[in-house]
């Protein structure tokens, strides 16, 4: 049973536009919610987290929503830049050293 | 400070044999995760290990261990090889005071498993 999941497996958006990258979970016990971005060949990297707490945290171009009565976030990057072209994940933390992702969101930012 | 890194980057096994992945965090990090990144299955965790404990473990077969040392670097273990084991394995650390999780991953090591 996957308790998290990104539904869009990609998404093409044109450089300087919105990118909306969407993410759904099951269990609301969850307290922390975090964003990486990965490219081929390299680890994920952090990007953004917001806890259970708040509905909006905000990083530069990165912007994170959290609906917790719809169990979803989303990652919003305004303007979008083709260096942005990566694997998006989204994951949930529970504070026990484990993060649940979701399956990847290919983002590809056309110049 | 320096990433966290991991040995080899690269690894050719055949089927039946065990292998050893090292993986050194990031300085004065005490928590080290592991997972496993498959097309199929997606990231995927093993185990987390923090002052040399295990605290946490994934659903994997026992084929999978790993242990940590005084100095919290890494290692995982996977014995007896199958083919699905192929995958690029991911290890993570994170820093004491870290309420919402963050870890923070090295490039991996990519086992192709012949």
């Known amino acids: 049973d996957q308790q998290v999941k990104q539904n869009s497996p990609s998404l093409s958006v044109q450089e300087g536009r919105i990118s909306i990258l969407n993410c759904d979970y099951t269990?609301?016990?969850?307290?922390?919610f975090l964003w990486y971005k990965k490219y081929p060949a390299e680890g994920p990297t952090f990007l953004i987290s917001i806890s259970s707490i708040k509905d909006k945290n905000e990083d530069g171009r990165f912007t994170v929503f959290l609906n917790k009565s719809a169990k979803h976030l989303s990652l919003h990057i305004v303007p979008s830049q083709p260096g942005d072209s990566a694997v998006y994940f989204c994951?949930?933390?529970?504070?026990?050293?484990?993060?649940?992702f979701g399956q990847g969101t290919t983002l590809q930012v056309k110049p | 400070k320096a990433g966290v890194t991991q040995t080899p980057r690269y690894l050719i096994k055949t089927r039946g044999q065990q292998v050893t992945l090292s993986c050194s965090p990031i300085s004065g990090h005490r928590s080290v995760s592991w997972y496993q990144q498959t097309p199929g299955q997606g990231l995927q965790f093993l185990f987390e290990y923090f002052s040399e404990t295990q605290r946490n473990k994934g659903n994997f077969p026992g084929r999978f261990s790993g242990r940590q040392f005084s100095n919290s670097r890494s290692e995982m273990n996977v014995s007896t090889l199958e083919l699905g084991d192929s995958a690029l394995y991911l290890c993570a650390s994170s820093p004491l005071d870290n309420p919402q999780g963050t870890q923070y991953f090295g490039p991996g090591t990519r086992l192709l498993v012949l």
């Open positions: 269990n609301s016990m969850f307290d922390y």
């Open positions: 994951a949930v933390s529970s504070n026990t050293g484990k993060l649940i």
